[in-house]
């Protein structure tokens, strides 16, 4: 019987597939042929046109996507879905009634089978897989003519008394051209999730309601990569109605084109992924009606061709939207991504890879992370704290130099607001860079008194504290709080690192950042501990001295703190402990004398040293019993993000009110890795 042929029809010819898309002459031959568009569009020879006459339309645009064919070629033969799952996996009768599977031949050489029978009886009990794919099978639907009702009556029955239990179903690539056929299938399959149709061409999806008896609940991914779909189609195929609980939807390598209809939308408000990879995207106004979906959490729009994400005068704005791919488009620079704010406010994580803008900027990652504060991975690195303080003042330098090298208001106009949107976000972040304020001061410096011009584009100033700080040299004696070379006050904005901090610090005394140690004066007194020696010997819990660390040195207290010398910041230190004539006495107990004088050496002779034993132990003993106070000290970690909320943290802990505009930082020059313990008298 010959075989019948009509428009939209698929076919295939030695494993490659085709759609019938003219039937008739051709001038030049008296024979009828087949116009045929190849799934493969470089397998063809033309576009449907020949010898400068054209016969049909191709969907694809490829100009080898098409050729014609005698109807005598043979085809290759569909099959039913049974047929196709009795070769693929084997039939359950035939492993239990002993018969030897099909020979394997090698060469011309027949190949003895181990362990095939075991795979066989696996893969026959249908009823266990999980799995199932029958990708390039020639499937055409249910049964081998479906278009025959009772044939596919016939097969649905037999399927749904299988009893399969897959939960993934792949039939990509074959011959299946309605939906009805595909509805068939998938209602047999109770507890299907993931369903693969990629490759197939569909002729009608517009199936009438009445036709959809049961809608697919169960189903959770679907993939139609690869269909030749438009949007008209795609979204009259994907529906709530036919996919209530649809979370993935992959529309990729389609040419999706531009909605003709009015007011399209995408009508599954569980579609929490959306994959439009290849879909020829050029704007993003192609795509505008997805922001009425709020529940859509990813969007991927890889391989397309676009070069700018701006919607012109649509309105684009996705609120749900945590992840976006952008690999492998067109964007030029990073200028492209300044959108982004704006349409995906709540974006979390952007993949850029294999752009003209990462590929071209060696520094495009840090740029990336500065102009999108609301990210936390990229290129799926997360971005860790550090990194973003470094691309923020790394970014923050560029439009300085920028804003520098401006000689006109309105190139620094354009520079800041145009150009660079983010600096007054950064400059209330970080502080106005110094260069800036410079620049400012001297410009108002030239300025007549009576011009009251102000900057012409200020960024948003932080709040603002006092700094005072107090170099901490090798002998604290020497420290006086009135030298100024010794003491710096300054206002400083509260945002900055502490890293930002003591770069600060180490420009004021012209020393190395690193090496420098912060510490927080409170302006509070805590007891101090005394050693555990004195301890295990029963004595008061309260010592009377702390050892910093060095055999060289040694710090003494207060027994008693008074409430008038707060700004008392010296500690007596003895400059050698092996002399015991150099050394300081201890203080005086009374509280009410200062404690700054230091009380002269004993001048005992020797021969009464034995007499004066007794009462020198006295003196110890009293002298445990009484409290040492050290003024409560907090060195300020380098870890720290933003002094200012370290600072929020530590006053708000209770203890004395502390002026809130003023905070006293003594500074201390170390090596880096040493921890030494202050202490200081009251």
């Known amino acids: 019987m010959a075989q019948k042929f009509y428009t939209g029809q698929r076919l295939s010819y030695s494993s490659s597939l085709c759609t019938v898309r003219y039937i008739g002459g051709v001038d030049g031959t008296n024979d009828t042929w087949l116009g045929v568009e190849w799934d493969d569009p470089s397998r063809g020879k033309h576009d449907g046109t020949h010898h400068g006459k054209r016969y049909f339309e191709c969907v694809s645009k490829e100009p080898t996507a098409a050729s014609f064919i005698r109807l005598s070629k043979p085809v290759d033969k569909p099959v039913g879905f049974l047929s196709a799952m009795r070769s693929k996996y084997g039939s359950e009768s035939n492993v239990q009634a002993g018969q030897p599977p099909d020979a394997i031949t090698i060469g011309g050489k027949n190949v003895d089978e181990v362990g095939f029978s075991l795979i066989a009886e696996k893969q026959s009990a249908w009823s266990n897989l999980k799995v199932i794919s029958l990708n390039g099978l020639c499937i055409n639907g249910v049964s081998s003519t479906p278009w025959q009702l009772e044939s596919r009556q016939s097969a649905v029955a037999e399927l749904t008394g299988l009893g399969i239990r897959c939960e993934e179903l792949d039939l990509s690539r074959n011959l299946l051209e309605n939906w009805y056929d595909v509805i068939a299938i998938c209602s047999c399959l109770s507890e299907l999730r993931t369903l693969?149709?990629?490759?197939?061409?569909?002729?009608?999806?517009?199936?009438?309601?009445?036709?959809?008896?049961?809608?697919?609940?169960?189903?959770?991914?679907?993939?139609?990569?690869?269909?030749?779909?438009?949007?008209?189609?795609?979204?009259?195929?994907?529906t709530q109605e036919r996919f209530p609980m649809l979370q993935t939807l992959s529309l990729a390598f389609n040419p999706l084109g531009i909605p003709t209809k009015p007011n399209p939308t995408l009508p599954i408000p569980s579609l929490t992924r959306l994959d439009l990879t290849a879909c020829g995207i050029t704007s993003l106004e192609q795509i505008i009606f997805i922001s009425k979906d709020t529940s859509l959490l990813t969007l991927i729009l890889r391989s397309n061709p676009l070069q700018t994400l701006s919607t012109g005068t649509a309105e684009l704005r996705c609120t749900s939207v945590r992840t976006l791919d952008l690999t492998s488009t067109h964007l030029p620079n990073l200028s492209s991504l300044a959108p982004i704010p704006t349409i995906f406010p709540l974006l979390e994580s952007l993949q850029?890879?294999?752009?003209?803008?990462?590929?071209?900027?060696?520094?495009?990652?840090?740029?990336?992370?500065?102009?999108?504060?609301?990210?936390?991975?990229?290129?799926?690195?997360?971005?860790?704290?550090?990194?973003?303080?470094?691309?923020?003042?790394?970014?923050?330098?560029?439009?300085?130099?920028?804003?520098?090298?401006?000689?006109?208001?309105?190139?620094?106009?354009?520079?800041?607001?145009?150009?660079h949107p983010e600096y007054a976000r950064l400059c209330t972040k970080h502080g106005e860079p110094e260069r800036i304020r410079i620049r400012v001061a001297q410009q108002q410096q030239q300025q007549p008194p009576s011009s009251t011009s102000p900057h012409p584009f200020p960024p948003p100033q932080p709040p603002l504290r006092t700094f005072t700080f107090h170099l901490q040299t090798a002998h604290p004696a020497h420290n006086n709080n009135n030298d100024n070379n010794n003491t710096h006050t300054l206002p400083l904005p509260t945002t900055l690192s502490v890293y930002a901090l003591k770069g600060v610090v180490g420009r004021l005394y012209g020393l190395q950042p690193m090496t420098l140690r912060l510490v927080l004066e409170t302006g509070e007194w805590d007891p101090v501990p005394a050693p555990a020696a004195e301890r295990a010997e029963g004595g008061d819990c309260w010592g009377g001295g702390w050892s910093s660390g060095s055999s060289s040195s040694s710090w003494s207290f207060s027994s008693s703190p008074s409430s008038g010398d707060d700004d008392n910041y010296a500690a007596r230190l003895s400059s050698n402990n092996n002399n015991p004539t150099q050394q300081e006495s201890r203080p005086n107990q009374n509280p009410n004398q200062n404690h700054n004088q230091n009380p002269k050496p004993s001048t005992t002779h020797p021969q009464k040293k034995k007499n004066q034993k007794k009462p020198q132990k006295k003196h110890q003993k009293h002298q445990k019993k009484?409290?040492?106070?050290?003024?409560?000290?907090?060195?300020?970690?380098?870890?720290?993000?933003?002094?200012?909320?370290?600072?929020?943290?530590?006053?708000?802990?209770?203890?004395?009110?502390?002026?809130?505009?003023?905070?006293?930082?003594?500074?201390?020059?170390?090596a880096l890795g040493e921890e030494r313990v202050w202490a200081w008298e009251r």
């Open 626 to 670: 009484e409290k040492l106070w050290m003024r409560r000290e907090i060195e300020i970690p380098d870890s720290v993000r933003r002094v200012e909320d370290w600072l929020e943290q530590e006053e708000g802990e209770g203890g004395e009110e502390r002026d809130a505009a003023k905070v006293r930082v003594r500074v201390e020059v170390r």
């Open 196 to 238: 693969k149709l990629n490759g197939n061409r569909l002729r009608d999806v517009s199936v009438d309601a009445s036709e959809l008896k049961v809608p697919l609940v169960q189903l959770r991914e679907l993939s139609l990569a690869n269909m030749a779909l438009h949007w008209d189609e795609a979204l009259v195929l994907c």
């Open 352 to 419: 850029t890879t294999q752009t003209p803008l990462s590929t071209s900027h060696p520094e495009s990652r840090l740029l990336t992370i500065a102009r999108l504060p609301q990210l936390t991975t990229l290129n799926h690195t997360p971005i860790p704290a550090h990194e973003r303080l470094n691309a923020d003042l790394y970014y923050l330098n560029q439009i300085t130099d920028l804003i520098l090298s401006a000689t006109t208001s309105a190139q620094e106009y354009q520079i800041i607001h145009a150009e």
